[in-house]
């Protein structure tokens, strides 16, 4: 029998240090490890934490939602996150769904249903879901492709978004009338009547939309209990955590810090803040308790959607960039556009979040190129610019400075150590280290987790 979840019904594991409890100064608490997209996305961040989840105790995901794709490959087997934190994969670890993210319910048991089929057992089990995360409805996705088509005829371009609602959704949230976690749960009769509203309210926009609220409303009903187990306060959840006995939390990062919607080029960006402060925010953390954070970079840039993209190769180079890279979106299976290393962008990536060390993967897509270009300044008018431009039409309008690196021409998908790799492919990785000013602490040549060579 079902009963309206409440905050009572989390046990009382209050640990000395939690809130309530006398906590000496100096002690924040345990350290959390956050993984960030460095560029516009894809960069490998889901076979980052999957690395890392293997002695994590909780795993996260802070903000976005399922327009994310993650790949982590073990044992042979191809899995593909998009809600789901990649390290459910651990059998070991927790994982959480924060505040910040949206959630599409129909997406998230779709997922975890498919990723049962192929061997994942016992997900729901080790997933906890955030009281306070906000809900994408069918309808928001809907309203997505509406809005795009819209911008399509107006502007004669669209964003390019993956249609997962994640725009309008985040929308609904800002403009106070979003449905969250905890309001499904609650009282169904005033859930009902708000979701209700909701629909009216989008459909005096866009007339065109239909919306069979009864059945909605029906499925709405049945994920509720089935997501009900899951549900916590996630605030509570996580500070008990931090406070706690040592445990090793991770962050999930997931979209990039070039779609964040401060920093990144926007108006082509996502909805959310996919950099460091998302942490904070999308799962009520304290910045004292941030830790590590690491930047996830390609070996080379890539791109889905539309938008500026200085270092993009519009020839043989991205096109091979693309077919040796497999650079085909996880989430809509859009071609991706390829081109050089940005190191501007890197460095802006830098500026924001703070790396303490980056991971840099595909090396081995970079293996059969005579040279390879680095972009490492952009100019205007002939002169550097020492920032990253906020404006579309400046940004369209950058001289990308590049330096020329030698290639390698050497396989390095069997290399599992520095010492394994070329000359060449060295001095590249710190050429990149040197212009960035982070160290970098793994370097990826393949899809699978053994395929990670760290540094220190
Ligand atoms: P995410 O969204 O940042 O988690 O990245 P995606 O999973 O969307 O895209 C990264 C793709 O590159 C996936 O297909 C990974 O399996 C693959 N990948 C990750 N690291 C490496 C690497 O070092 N070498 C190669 N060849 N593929 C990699
Ligand atoms: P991961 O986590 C690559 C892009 C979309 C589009 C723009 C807005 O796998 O790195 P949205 O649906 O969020 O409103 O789309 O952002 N985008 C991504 N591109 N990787 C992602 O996530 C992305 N998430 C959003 O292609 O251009
Ligand atoms: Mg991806």
Known sequence: MSHTWSAKDQKNTSQPGAVGQKRPRNDTGNKVTVVLGAQWGDEGKGKVVD????EADVVCRCQ?????????????????????????INPKSISLIGNGVVIHLPGLFEEGDKNDKKGLKGWEKRLIVSDRAHLVFDFHQVVDGLQ?????????????????????AYSSKASRTGLRVCDLLGDFKDFSTRF????????SMYPSLEVDIEDQLKKLKEYAERLRPMVRDGVYYMNEALHGPPKK??????????????????PFVTSSNCTVGGACTGLGIPPLNIGDVFGVAKAYTTRVGIGAFPTEQLNAVGELLQTR????????GRKRRCGWLDLVIVRYAHMINGFTAIALTKLDILDVLDEIKVGVAYKLNGKRIPHFPANMDV???????YETLPGWKTD???????????????????????????????VGVGKSRECMIQMF
Do not use: C, M
């Not at 690395?51 to 293997?54: G, K, W």
């Not at 399922?66 to 789901?84: I, M, P, Q, R, S």
């Not at 939390?249 to 926007?266: H, K, M, P, R, W």
């Open 249 to 266: 939390i991770l962050v999930e990062g997931a979209n990039a810090a070039l779609l964040d919607i401060d920093f990144g080029t926007y």
């Open 395 to 401: 940004l369209h309008k950058v001289e990308v400075e």
């Open 64 to 88: 976005g939602g399922n327009n994310a794709g993650h790949t982590v490959v073990v044992d042979g087997k191809e899995y593909d996150f998009h809600l789901l934190p990649s390290g459910i």
């Open 51 to 54: 690395l890392l989840a293997t």
């Open 412 to 442: 390095t998908s069997a290399a599992r150590k520095w010492n394994d790799l070329p000359a060449k492919a060295q001095n590249y990785i710190r050429f990149i280290e040197n212009h960035i000013g982070v160290p970098i602490k793994w």
């Open 325 to 332: 890279g497999h650079e085909v979106g996880v989430t809509t």
């Open 196 to 203: 209700k509203n909701l629909v009216h309210h989008y459909q």
């Open 148 to 168: 795009e088509s819209e911008r399509q005829a107006q502007e004669g371009k669209n964003i390019g978004t993956t249609k997962k609602g994640i725009g309008p």
